[in-house]
């Protein structure tokens, strides 16, 4: 089949488009909800053949600042937190792992980490009981 220029540069550049939109980086919500008095979200980004590439947990404060807790995971994950956001007083500061002067603030990280991940799984069926309930 013989496919005009125009018409083919423009199939081109839509096929282009489709795969580079599937071959993006997907993300899944684990979680998005309330615990105690913090906004908190556990969200994991996925390369395309599926595997884990990155992990943020999200904590924001009703009575203002929040904090990202990142672990940009080699492959296999390894939940070691490698990056801690502190959003305070409109003023954002950034904490690495690889920066051996940061290590107190990371350590500190991977507890809020840990502490907000089991909390999570504790609320999160809690939560959907409760929606099943309701439903
Ligand atoms: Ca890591």
């Known amino acids: 089949m013989q496919i005009p220029g125009n018409l083919r540069n423009t199939l081109c550049a839509l096929l282009a488009t489709v795969a580079l939109s599937s071959g993006c980086n997907n ?4 979680y998005n909800g309330k615990i105690d008095d913090a906004n908190v979200s556990y ?4 390369d395309n053949p599926g595997y884990l590439t990155s992990q943020t947990m999200s904590i924001e404060k009703a009575e203002g600042g929040s904090i990202d807790l990142t672990d940009n995971s080699p492959y296999p994950p390894d939940y070691q937190i490698d990056k801690v956001k502190i959003t305070k007083d409109g003023k954002t500061t950034e904490y690495l ?10 350590q500190e990280g991977q507890k ?24």
């Open 27 to 30: 993300s899944k919500t684990l």
């Open 43 to 46: 969200v994991q980004t996925f």
């Open 97 to 106: 792992s690889s920066n051996a002067t940061d290590s107190a603030i990371i």
């Open 112 to 135: 809020k980490f840990n502490e907000y991940k089991s909390r999570i799984q504790e609320e999160k069926p809690k939560e959907d009981l409760e929606f099943l309930r309701n439903f």
